[in-house]
């Protein structure tokens, strides 16, 4: 049984960029969330998405957009990079109304120059 | 927002030694969960605590969650070198639309030659 799929795992890209980052959830989960996990510190939330709309957001400008399919991939797009976006972007799926069985991609290693 | 600060932010271990590590709050959490992430992969779910007080053992670790809600303490007894890597606290927010995970700053295991 395949976990969280995410794609791709790194990535350069040049600064005022825009970038497209995409998940595969884990079989039988419908939602997905994305993470920000910059060096040295705990991932941040960024927003989750369930039947194709965002859900939840947290505290991140509106250069950071994303989509569900109905298959329930998930796309995050950042527009305008910045150099402190440079970090890991992780994908987190889970059941809504279940439990904490929140399962993590490995990541995409994002670095803008 | 919530924070949560982890203590120690890195320590040293030799096989065999037990250790312990704890994750302090500014608010109230329902549910602490800690988790475990290895270089270049996503955080890996160890231990879920749903009610105050409670202490529960997953392998050789074991984890309780504090009285005040505000804190949690993970321990890991007879370490092995595999134990090396970030540990993270979380505590999950829920709103009308969702829930997210607000992660711990980490504490980092390292092994002492």
């Known amino acids: 049984d395949a976990g969280v799929t995410q794609s791709p795992t790194h990535l350069i890209k040049t600064r005022g960029q825009q970038v497209t980052l995409r998940c595969s959830p884990k079989?039988?989960?419908?939602?997905v969330s994305w993470y920000q996990q910059a060096l040295g510190q705990g991932p941040q939330f960024i927003f989750q998405?369930?039947?194709?709309?965002?859900?939840q957001r947290g505290n991140f400008p509106d250069r950071f957009s994303g989509h569900q399919f109905p298959n329930y991939s998930s796309e995050l797009n950042v527009n305008a990079l910045l150099l402190g976006d440079s970090a890991l972007y992780l994908c987190a799926s889970s059941l809504l109304g279940g439990d904490y069985g929140y399962t993590f991609g490995s990541g995409t290693r994002l670095t803008v120059v | 927002g919530q924070q949560l600060n982890q203590s120690p932010q890195s320590m040293f271990i030799q096989e065999g030694e037990d250790v312990s590590m704890n994750c302090t709050s500014s608010?109230?959490?329902?549910?602490w969960l800690w988790y475990k992430q290895d270089p270049g992969e996503g955080p890996v779910l160890l231990i879920a605590?749903?009610?105050?007080?409670e202490l529960t053992s997953n392998g050789r670790l074991t984890a309780q969650f504090g009285i005040t809600r505000k804190d949690s303490f993970l321990n890991i007894s007879a370490s092995i070198p595999s134990d090396v890597g970030i540990y993270f606290c979380?505590?999950?927010?829920?709103?009308?639309?969702?829930?997210?995970?607000?992660f711990g700053t980490g504490t980092q295991l390292k092994v002492e030659l």
């Open positions: 998405y369930y039947e194709e709309e965002e859900r």
């Open positions: 608010s109230i959490f329902n549910t």
């Open positions: 605590l749903y009610k105050a007080g």
């Open positions: 979380a505590g999950p927010l829920f709103t009308g639309g969702g829930n997210k995970l607000t």
């Open positions: 079989s039988g989960h419908d939602t």
